[in-house]
């Protein structure tokens, strides 16, 4: 059976008043990058996986490297339901337009 791609996104609150605070925010957003997540939108980050059980491991890691102040949640989504998500903004940002599917011609 052919496995689908899914999405990991992960959404997360950290204070970073003190610099201690800061470094932990620093700390855990630098493994997201490293483990492949891309920045959505501000403390929204996203990663493609391949299958179910992929998924489910990306957010298994990030659960161990919860700063102690994090509140973190993750969210499975297929490539449809990702794909049925509206953006809701007034201007579309830089990032978003970078990001926006093309349709290839060819003639």
């Known amino acids: 059976m052919e496995e689908k791609f899914m999405r990991v ?3 997360f609150d950290m204070p970073t008043l003190s610099k201690k605070d800061r470094k932990y925010y620093t700390k855990f957003r630098d493994a997201l990058i490293k483990d492949g ?3 959505l939108q501000y403390s929204v980050y996203m990663r493609i996986c391949k299958g179910v ?3 489910n491991n990306y957010l298994d890691k990030v659960g161990l490297i919860v700063p ?3 509140h973190i949640r993750g969210l499975i989504l297929t490539e449809k ?3 049925n998500m509206r953006l809701l903004l ?3 940002s830089e990032n978003e337009k970078a990001n926006k599917p093309r349709q290839l011609t060819l003639f």
Do not use: H, Y
């Open 9 to 11: 996104l992960v959404m």
């Open 37 to 39: 997540f891309m920045m």
């Open 53 to 55: 059980a992929s998924a």
């Open 68 to 70: 102690p102040k994090g």
């Open 81 to 83: 339901q990702f794909d």
């Open 90 to 92: 007034g201007k579309e």
